[in-house]
Nanobody, 130 residues
Framework: EVQLVESGGGLVQAGGSLRLSCAASGFTFDDYAIGWFRQAPGKEREGVSCISSSDGSTYYADSVKGRFTISSDNAKNTVYLQMNSLKPEDTAVYYC???????????????????????WGKGTLVTVSS
């Protein structure tokens, strides 16, 4: 059974930092694409960042470039999202999603807001106060 469990969300002041973790079980980090997506109240889900195991490529939404960093620890089956210089507009529920043996690139999943991803976590709430 494949499971993705997010953690690390919480309340932080603008300008602060948080690190989100996505712990995966049920598959081995071999050939995968894992992304972070978020959904704010009243808005559609949007792609935040994605990492592909095939070449280690990372992708970011323009709104978070230079502030967020995605990384993976394959030995621990965990993907991280380091979020710095947080802004109130970053407030959202953040979801981790994975495609095992992906057909598409990580950039595709990011641009398509995660459509086509096989597995999803339940999300972790990030709230940034002004």
């Amino acid at each position: 059974e494949v499971q993705l469990v997010e953690s690390g969300g919480g309340l932080v002041q603008a300008g602060g930092s948080l690190r989100l973790s996505c712990a995966a079980s049920g598959f081995t980090f071999d050939d995968y694409a894992i992304g972070w997506f978020r959904q704010a109240p009243g808005k559609e889900r949007e792609g935040v960042s994605c990492i592909s195991s095939s070449d280690g490529s990372t992708y970011y939404a323009d709104s978070v470039k230079g502030r967020f960093t995605i990384s993976s620890d394959n030995a621990k089956n965990t993907v991280y999202l380091q979020m710095n210089s947080l802004k109130p507009e970053d407030t959202a529920v953040y979801y981790c999603a994975a495609s095992v043996d992906p057909y598409y690139s990580g950039s595709y999943y990011l641009s398509m807001r995660g459509y086509g991803m096989d597995y999803w976590g339940k999300g972790t709430l990030v709230t940034v106060s002004s």
